[in-house]
T-cell receptor, first 111, second 116 residues
Framework: QKEVEQNSGPLSVPEGAIASLNCTYS??????FFWYRQYSGKSPELIMS????GDKEDGRFTAQLNKASQYVSLLIRDSQPSDSATYLC???????????FGSGTRLSIRP | DGGITQSPKYLFRKEGQNVTLSCEQN?????MYWYRQDPGQGLRLIYY???????QKGDIAEGYSVSREKKESFPLTVTSAQKNPTAFYLC???????????????FGDGTRLSIL
């Protein structure tokens, strides 16, 4: 089992709809969770950090964390064509001082 | 402006040649990281360093070497032993608060390495 798993996509969502991106992780003791956006040919940029169970909102983005189910998600409301990118989930396992990245979900927003 | 600077943006390597990728940060971050990304793939950790004069191997360290002589700088050398070096190389840094909760990593713009 991979330490951080994401569906590779592509996930196609109509403009204006909610995009839902999911990520599961294997280390139950993980404490820190991050979502990055990566445009084609560019480096990843941080969108959200979340450390506690529940929801965290920032503009059109909401991160949701459920440690019991070992699941973290990212919701993008009112999706825009500029949201089309690969979204990377990253997790800090309990025993490590490094972050493990998932392989990313490719999101496509169709007009 | 504070940030992470990687250079060069594009680099070409000849057979049998070692090349060095530069990474400099002025964010006063303790920890620095090198990743490799192949087309359509995720990030794979090559080396990381949490403090000056100390570094750890990541998942794919073979064929690579690093140094951390200054807090601001973490150069990566791709040696001739790395037989398939063509990839996008990303440097990142983060605050290391040593309290078991990692702060997020921030990335440079990357270096694309190709074989001539």
């Amino acid at each position: 089992q991979k330490e951080v798993e994401q569906n590779s996509g592509p996930l196609s969502v109509p403009e204006g709809a909610i995009a839902s991106l999911n990520c599961t992780y294997s280390d139950r003791g993980s404490q820190s969770f991050f979502w990055y956006r990566q445009y084609s040919g560019k480096s990843p940029e941080l969108i959200m950090s979340i450390y506690s169970n529940g929801d965290k909102e920032d503009g059109r983005f909401t991160a949701q964390l459920n440690k019991a189910s070992q699941y973290v998600s990212l919701l993008i409301r009112d999706s825009q064509p500029s949201d089309s990118a690969t979204y990377l989930c990253a997790v800090n396992p309990s025993s490590a001082s490094k972050i493990i990245f998932g392989s990313g979900t490719r999101l496509s927003i169709r007009p | 402006d504070g940030g992470i600077t990687q250079s060069p943006k594009y680099l070409f390597r000849k057979e049998g040649q070692n090349v060095t990728l530069s990474c400099e940060q002025n964010l006063n971050h303790d920890a620095m990281y090198w990743y490799r990304q192949d087309p359509g793939q995720g990030l794979r950790l090559i080396y990381y360093s949490q403090i000056v004069n100390d570094f750890q191997k990541g998942d794919i360290a073979e064929g690579y070497s690093v140094s951390r002589e200054k807090k601001e700088s973490f150069p990566l050398t791709v040696t001739s032993a790395q037989k398939n070096p063509t990839a996008f190389y990303l440097c990142a840094s983060s605050i290391d608060n040593g309290q078991g909760r990692n702060q997020p990593q921030h990335f440079g713009d990357g270096t694309r390495l190709s074989i001539l």
